[in-house]
């Protein structure tokens, strides 16, 4: 299979992590999105006419019929690779939603069906990019931070109307941080991480797009 120059891309699933992956293809000059699906036909179609793209229900129709070379699918974890492996068979490169699959046996046959096809497979862990990430990374491997104990990650979002019963925005509680080695226990958040490098702070705020909040010493032992 000849791969496209840009990228042909097909979606699968049209919900909010699908749309912030069509915004991501779209401003991507190396992409072009062609084909939506969704079990919800209109979900599908109002993305894709967003991004003058066809649109389908069925997913292996979509991989069939697209005519797209790299697939992104974000579907729930009950189809991840299912759809995976199909694309991946037709020749597809994947970009799928973590955790690939439900269990060991399903994320195997997914890495399998690459390997066999000669074809790129990746998980979206999409934090591992983010500025704030990818400075404490630095820090630590530069040894700024000295020895790490331990690092622990959190993820979660929040300020959403459903998840708050007031709308505003909810931020992690300091007992949650779990700083207690000290000073070289770091916790991560959505967009940022806890530490109690007073030097470390500053450069992570800067670098980071969403929020980042500041430990105290009163948190850690």
Known sequence: MK??????????SAGGVGRKRATAVAAHAGSNLVAVCDVDETCAASLAGDHGAITFTD???????ADADLVIVSTTHDVLSAVSVNALQAGCHVLCEKPLGRDRDEVARSVDAAAAADRVLRAGYNHRFHPAIAGLHAAASQGRLGPLISVRGRHG??????????????RPSPAAANCSTRGRTCWISQGGCWTTSKALWPTLRRRSGTCLWRTTPSYCC
């Open 3 to 12: 791969i496209a120059d840009p990228h042909r891309v097909l979606l699968v």
């Open 157 to 170: 979002y929040g300020g959403r109307p459903a998840m708050t019963a007031s709308g505003a925005p909810t």
């Open 59 to 65: 997913w292996s129709s979509a991989v069939r019929d």
